[in-house]
């Protein structure tokens, strides 16, 4: 089957959830990714950072291949070999005491929204219904019901009322706008520590700290989304380092997975930790033996691999270079580590940019129409970043 047809199939049997760019991908390694025809393009999404590791990563491919001798599925109605061991390393990564596995990153942010809550009862004192959390304007916690009531993005939103309570939002980088919204019933400030689908924004240094403090000051636990800015993607092992702001729990997801399946959790300290009891909580998949198995060797190939140290070097090259092609509708380019965007004139169609980057070799996104997102694998070299860049060059310089 060639390409189009492809297309067709997921047109009429798929719900038009998705507007893909038209590119089929059948097969993929390290950081590229090939179309049915044989065609090769360098991966600058990632699966939204979901591919740190690179496609197929050996390492990765072994584990499952030898899990799937093993076990595959066990429920948490009875302990598996396995997830134990992946919680310790994962702990061990974080630099957390406890750990609470889910498969999906909207469910690490449900899961901490629901210690949050609870937090807020049992620890802080707030009466059962009362708790509010902040969240920011432009942000994305996923797709669940939860995280959809605290966006502000009309697409994500549109006609899904009622929405969840208890949400405050505020704007993002605006500490005095959190310190507004305090009350006695906040138990959590909830935010992207760069925000990715809002088109990598950064906020200013000391931003992260103040949030801290704010938390500190007024009994408030800090939820930092690091679904998409962590495990090593900014250059950093998550993105709250850069400020050294620790945060009370971290939602954690994407590249949890190695690219070969969905694993999510949320790492916190036991004080936070301990409001899950039996049966409160949980997941059918969650923990399983096999994605305790990848997930193992998704943390020891950052490890091995220190893809934090990649990813801060390549992306400074990234930014300088990128910034110097003469392109007319080029606003700037921002980012840390290898999670950078390219932002174009309001209400430029970033959407050909991606079309004609596509046939030039490179697969990018646009996000709110005139940004576009570069995000490639963190395995990525310095000869394959110069070639990729030489790409976006060719592309830009025609506009
Ligand atoms: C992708 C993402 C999520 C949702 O993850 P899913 O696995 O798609 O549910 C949540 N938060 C952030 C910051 C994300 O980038």
Known sequence: MKTQEYIDLDEKYGA????????????????KVIDPEGKEYFDFLSAYSAVNQGHLH???????????DRVTLTSRAFH??????????LCEFTGYEMALPMNTGAEAVETAIKAARR??????GVQN??????????NFHGRTLAAISMSSDPDSTVNYGPYAPGFIRVPYQDIKAIEKAVTPNTVAVILEPIQGEAGVVVPPEGYLKAVRALCDKNKMLFIADEVQTGFCRTGKRFAWEHENARPDIMCLGKALGGGVMPISAIVADHGVMKVFTPGTHGSTFGGNPLAGAVGIA?????????LEENAERLGRIFRDEVAKIPCKKMVLVRGKGLLNAIVFEKGFEAWNVCLALRDAGL??????????RFAPPL???????????????SVLEKI
């Not at 893909?20 to 097969?27: A, F, G, M, T, Y």
């Open 379 to 393: 395995v990525i070299n310095e000869k394959e970043l110069r070639e990729a860049i030489a790409i976006i060059r």
């Open 298 to 306: 998704s943390l020891e190939v950052l490890e091995e691999g220190k």
């Open 129 to 138: 219904g009362k708790q509010e959390i902040i969240c920011m304007e432009d």
């Open 363 to 372: 697969l990018a996104k646009q996000t709110h129409g005139n940004i576009i």
């Open 80 to 89: 598996n070999d396995k997830m134990g061991m992946f919680l310790k390393k």
């Open 16 to 31: 038009h959830n998705y507007h893909p760019l038209p590119v089929v991908l059948s097969k993929a390694k390290g950081v």
């Open 119 to 124: 937090w807020g009862v049992e620890v802080k």
């Open 58 to 68: 050996p390492k990765i491919v072994k584990a499952v291949r030898d899990q799937l």
